[in-house]
């Protein structure tokens, strides 16, 4: 009777053991990944997050979304990440020593070698809050007449600001816009949406992709062709990456059927690769 208590309390021991062992191990398995992305993803990278989770439930996505400029300052300062996606190719340059030397003038190198891509293409339009309609603002020439008093654009260093930038100086409206002090700037294009939004700015500069997501607003008109560059989203790899095969894997996967179709679903358009 001693020797089978021995041998039942031996095997519940054992059996333990296992039970910890493999508990270890999945644990182990489980892997995190840190993806610094453009404000203007949002919407599209969460559902993809939910998608890819119950394709790979080993992986968790951790997202920071912000300016690209914000970002690309936080990686250089030496914050975790694993995936950088910029909402235009300048802040992503400035940190890929590869790229135009007259950007990357520090010869920074945090990009792993042969990562890197463009994931989305995107437009700048002219929207107004919804409930203003009535004010008949339905063009970018409106913008210096008496129907606008402020308009809201990105900062200098977000791209969408400088997209605006480049959009409103071709255009020759730049000058007269500052000269009659009617810029209100935000620190992200998702900033720039919720002053419209409010009503706070009679119009603003935004990508298509965030004016499609409020209900509060109104597109008045696209960025003329040739107006300024094409709005890519370059996305790559960092060498530091704690986990680069399962980065390159979720890259890989952002590039697929199931993200396109997400991407192609938020007003986003798929550049040539």
């Keep these: 009777m001693k020797c089978l208590k021995f041998k039942y309390l031996l095997f519940v021991f054992l059996l333990a053991l296992m039970t910890t062992a493999r508990c270890g191990t999945a644990q182990a398995a489980q892997k995190e990944l840190s993806v610094f992305a453009a404000a203007s993803l949002t919407e599209s990278m969460n559902k993809i997050a939910w998608i890819y989770k119950n394709i790979v439930p080993e992986v968790s996505i951790v997202y920071n979304f912000d300016s690209s400029g914000t970002l690309k300052t936080q990686i250089e300062q030496g914050a975790e990440c694993d995936l950088f996606i910029s909402a235009a190719q300048k802040q992503m340059d400035q940190i890929d020593a590869k790229a135009d030397p007259s950007i990357n003038t520090g010869k920074l190198d945090f990009v792993a070698e042969g990562t890197r891509f463009d994931l989305v293409a995107n437009k700048v339009v002219l929207i107004v809050p919804k409930g203003a309609v009535n004010k008949q603002i339905s063009g970018f020439d ?26 409103l100086t071709k255009l020759g409206l730049w000058e007269e816009l500052n000269k009659q002090k009617k810029i209100s700037f935000g620190g992200s294009v998702k900033e720039v949406l919720a002053q419209v939004a409010a009503a706070a700015a009679d119009c603003g500069l935004v990508y298509g992709t965030d004016a499609a997501t409020s209900p509060e607003v109104v597109i008045a008109a696209e960025a003329p062709p040739g107006s300024h560059r094409a709005i890519t989203y370059p996305a790559a790899v960092l060498r530091r990456a704690n986990e680069p095969e399962a980065v390159k894997a979720f890259a890989e996967f952002l590039r697929g059927p199931e993200a396109t179709a997400i991407f192609l679903e938020n007003g986003f358009s798929i550049p040539e690769r």
């Design 142 to 167: 409106d913008i210096i007449t008496d129907k606008v008093s402020l308009i809201a654009l990105g900062n200098s260093d977000v791209p969408v600001g400088q997209y605006s930038q480049e959009i």
